[in-house]
């Protein structure tokens, strides 16, 4: 349903193009995406976004030749906050990071500045570069939350629709609101739940390649049906956006139809061409945790 899906700013992207691969360092191959175009759809003003919140990749196949020509590896972690005029083009930046292949670089560090000069100027706001030594990578840890998570995938639901339906989510505090009794002085039930389904699928904007992810999603409010919640996910299924705009289209549903006192969404998104891509939206909390699922 992207309405922007023709802006001049997506068919200038070497996205779903044919592309040679450079292995000399190239800093003009990255690409920033306007994050407006999604978020005039939502009607979202960025000076007054009703979230907080950042971008968090993952680099497993970075690597450079060290001034004796040896190749160096290293596993990189990128975050951009989420109030940057422009997120990275995902192709762009793998077509980036294999031009330093064959490039020569002193240190890490040397590295390091170089990553965040050049996505700090795609992004237009600071970018924040980590990159960790193989053996030493945090990044690395399947790490679980000490918070109890229910995984509302078990539910046994028909399911006859794969095409995005924000509106499922009108019933998702039906069988809630019932529950409370209807005197006028009976305040509303609340709850505080931490969900995860691990069967969002959506479609590249550009490419329709499909792109998996386990969704995070702790909220406080009223309760939310998770089957209804569980059939307003399977919604995305055919639905082509770009790994960002599913997030905050699915926390904009969330707190239109749903009214929550706090929210937080995180999708942790499989690789691709050794990039993962964990968009992290909240009302309360800025930073994504450090953590991957399995099937990063």
């Not at 509302?152 to 989510?169: F, H, P, S």
């Not at 006028?184 to 609340?190: A, G, W």
């Amino acid at each position: 349903m992207a309405t922007y899906q023709n802006s001049k700013e997506l068919k200038n992207l070497t996205l779903g193009k044919a592309t040679e691969y450079c292995s000399e360092y190239n800093p003009n191959l990255l690409q920033g995406v306007p994050r407006s175009l999604n978020r005039d759809d939502l009607s979202l003003v960025s000076n007054t976004l009703p979230f907080i919140g950042e971008d968090i990749w993952y680099g497993y196949e970075l690597s450079w030749l060290n001034n004796k020509g040896k190749p160096i590896v290293a596993v990189a972690e990128f975050r951009f906050a989420c109030t940057s005029p422009n997120l990275v083009e995902s192709k762009s930046f793998k077509l980036y990071l294999n031009s330093f292949n064959q490039s020569k670089f002193s240190s890490f560090d040397e590295v390091k500045k170089i990553l965040i000069k050049d996505l700090s100027a795609t992004a237009g706001i600071q970018a924040q570069v980590t990159l960790f030594p193989v053996e030493q990578c945090p990044a690395l840890a399947i790490k679980v939350s000490g918070r109890e998570i229910t995984c509302i995938d078990e539910a046994d639901i028909t399911v006859d629709n794969y095409q995005y339906t924000a509106e499922l989510l009108k019933y998702a505090q039906t069988d809630a609101s019932s529950e409370v009794s209807s005197s006028d002085t009976c305040p509303v039930k609340t709850v505080s739940e931490n969900l995860v389904s691990h069967l969002l699928k959506s479609n590249c904007l550009i490419t329709n390649q499909p792109d998996w992810a386990s969704v995070y999603i702790s909220y406080e409010g009223a309760p939310i049906d998770h089957s209804i919640l569980l059939q307003y996910l399977i919604s995305f299924r055919q639905h082509n956006e770009f790994h960002e705009q599913c997030v905050e289209r699915i926390f904009c549903d969330l707190q239109e139809y749903c009214q929550l006192s706090k929210l937080t969404v995180f999708a942790r998104y499989t690789r691709r061409g050794g990039l993962d891509i964990n968009p992290f939206r909240s009302t309360h909390i800025a930073y994504a945790p450090a953590a991957r699922t399995l099937r990063q």
